[in-house]
Nanobody, 123 residues
Framework: QVQLVESGGGLVQAGGSLRLSCAAS????????TGWFRQAPGKEREFVAA????????YYTDSVKGRFTISRDNAKNTVYLQMNSLKPEDTAVYYC????????????????WGQGTQVTVSS
């Protein structure tokens, strides 16, 4: 099992930037793929981005392509989500999740989850 703790959320104006961090402990973090998901009020949790165990491959939902970048530093057991050109519709609680066997957008295939960090983008 991997324990995940997100940080870096906050309030930012539209067009601004934030960098989220997902710090891991427990099972070797470098052996798992990691995804970022988000959940806005009244909506289902949705996929944002994912990165493979080695960091070589990444995958983004269409709405964040060109604005968000996922990366990882396995020496620090941390995955990052750099969010630029933020929009009010990016407002949500952002969660990171890990899977030892799956890389992709399917929420149900991620086993370990963090508690989330709030991102609020004002217009």
């Amino acid at each position: 099992q991997v324990q995940l703790v997100e940080s870096g959320g906050g309030l930012v104006q539209a067009g601004g930037s934030l960098r989220l961090s997902c710090a891991a402990s427990g099972r070797t973090f470098s052996s798992v793929a990691t995804g970022w998901f988000r959940q806005a009020p009244g909506k289902e949790r949705e996929f944002v981005a994912a990165i493979t165990w080695t960091g070589v491959m990444t995958y983004y939902t269409d709405s964040v392509k060109g604005r968000f970048t996922i990366s990882r530093d396995n020496a620090k057991n941390t995955v990052y989500l750099q969010m630029n050109s933020l929009k009010p519709e990016d407002t949500a609680v952002y969660y990171c999740a890990a899977s030892p066997t799956y890389f992709g957008p399917t929420l149900e295939k991620y086993y370990d989850w963090g508690q989330g960090t709030q991102v609020t983008v004002s217009s």
